[in-house]
């Protein structure tokens, strides 16, 4: 039987990528090209042995209201690393926050909190500005990564932007990784679908 989650020894691995830092801004990590156009639909691909569900806002800011903020599907994923798709995803995302933490931010990291969010964005998806951080459940959520799956000729709009005004870009396979403190957005998307994947690595909660 295959083990559901890293231990903290495997936290330790580190593969040997280099990393792209944006000139404007010390505080994301792009990472070009991570994964292959067939490692991204084959992620498309697994997302659809599990259930999607409508995309609802579990927290966010009181000045930006709940009423529109938010509309995708989205699907999670388990850490089964007895799947071959996902283990290569988790073990690829796991050495890669390890090494940009290390180089930029030195949190305090234990492991990827929970399961990976597939998200689907349609005609008009999009997700306004909101932090990954916040209470409860959320609260050990430290490192923010998204990873592209779809070709940007699929689709149009969906640009993901950090507040105020910088807009990451990114083609397919590319990962950014942020803190989760940081507040972002997903522009609507304005033709085609956008397909991305969602994952938070953390630990003991900031003080």
């Given at each position: 039987m295959g083990k559901c989650c890293p231990s903290k020894e495997e936290l330790s691995f580190k593969p040997t990528l280099?990393?792209?830092?944006?000139?404007?801004?010390?505080?994301?990590?792009?990472?070009?090209?991570?994964?292959?156009?067939?490692?991204?639909?084959?992620?498309?691909?697994?997302?659809?042995?599990?259930?999607?569900?409508?995309?609802?806002?579990?927290?966010?800011?009181?000045?930006?209201?709940?009423?529109g903020h938010r509309d995708s599907h989205i699907t999670w994923l388990p850490q089964d690393l007895s799947n071959h798709t996902l283990r290569y995803m988790w073990y690829t995302l796991l050495g890669l926050v390890k090494e940009v933490n290390d180089d930029m931010w030195r949190f305090d990291l234990e492991t990827f909190a929970g399961k990976a969010q597939f998200t689907r964005y349609d005609l008009s998806g999009h997700f306004n500005y909101h932090m990954d951080l916040g209470d409860d459940a959320l609260s050990d959520r430290k490192v923010s990564v998204v990873v592209l799956l779809s070709d940007p000729a699929d689709f149009e709009g969906g640009e993901l932007q950090l507040f105020p005004d910088t807009t990451i870009p990114m083609e397919?396979?590319?990962?950014?990784?942020?803190?989760?403190?940081?507040?972002?957005?997903?522009?609507p998307v304005t033709k085609g679908q956008r397909f991305s994947l969602v994952a938070w690595c953390g630990g003991v909660p900031f003080r």
């Amino acid at each position: 039987m295959g083990k559901c989650c890293p231990s903290k020894e495997e936290l330790s691995f580190k593969p040997t990528l280099s990393l792209q830092f944006s000139p404007k801004s010390s505080q994301y990590a792009l990472r070009k090209g991570v994964f292959s156009e067939f490692k991204c639909w084959s992620l498309v691909r697994a997302s659809r042995k599990y259930e999607t569900h409508e995309a609802l806002v579990e927290h966010q800011f009181s000045d930006y209201g709940v009423s529109g903020h938010r509309d995708s599907h989205i699907t999670w994923l388990p850490q089964d690393l007895s799947n071959h798709t996902l283990r290569y995803m988790w073990y690829t995302l796991l050495g890669l926050v390890k090494e940009v933490n290390d180089d930029m931010w030195r949190f305090d990291l234990e492991t990827f909190a929970g399961k990976a969010q597939f998200t689907r964005y349609d005609l008009s998806g999009h997700f306004n500005y909101h932090m990954d951080l916040g209470d409860d459940a959320l609260s050990d959520r430290k490192v923010s990564v998204v990873v592209l799956l779809s070709d940007p000729a699929d689709f149009e709009g969906g640009e993901l932007q950090l507040f105020p005004d910088t807009t990451i870009p990114m083609e397919q396979g590319d990962v950014v990784m942020f803190p989760s403190y940081m507040v972002h957005r997903l522009t609507p998307v304005t033709k085609g679908q956008r397909f991305s994947l969602v994952a938070w690595c953390g630990g003991v909660p900031f003080r």
